[in-house]
């Protein structure tokens, strides 16, 4: 099948424009292309990754194999502070504290290492065990309520 062969669509009655043919043709001064400008220029063909002028993807991505962003790196932590653990009634005096029973209770997410930060004051005597790391002050409001840290 060729192109010239192809029977004609009858619904269609607009006879399409003579583009690239200058001012003689059916489309006008500019044939189409506008007012000056890039795009009404003859050499007006870009590569189709072409960005406008932005710096390109290629570009912006990193060059080396094996890179590595940041926060991918690092650690993954949830902060729990001692005055709600204090406000907490569920939570008895001389109860063991570790990540499985913050993670229950909701204080702490599955995955992530556990920080004990100090804030309010702490009058039930608990011990931790486990926990990646405490602030100075929380260790201090530990042991004076009479918890201990293992």
Do not use: C
Not at 74 to 99: A, Y
């Amino acid at each position: 099948m060729l192109l010239h062969t192809l029977p004609k669509n009858t619904g269609n009655k607009k006879k399409g424009k003579d583009l690239w043919r200058g001012n003689g043709s059916g489309a006008g001064n500019y044939s189409g292309r506008g007012h000056k400008g890039q795009w009404a220029r003859s050499w007006a063909k870009l590569p189709w990754w072409f960005e406008g002028g932005q710096t390109p993807l290629v570009q912006r991505l990193p060059k080396m194999k094996g890179f590595k962003r940041h926060y991918k790196l690092v650690d993954k932590v949830s902060v729990v502070n001692l005055d709600r653990l204090n406000q907490d009634d569920s939570i008895k005096g001389g109860e063991t504290i570790n990540p499985a029973f913050l993670i229950e209770r909701g204080y702490a997410r599955e995955n992530h290492l556990v920080k004990i930060l100090w804030r309010g004051d702490l009058t039930k005597k608990l011990s931790f065990e486990g926990i990646a790391s405490f602030s100075a002050k929380a260790k201090e409001a530990i042991e004076k309520a009479g918890g201990s840290i293992a």
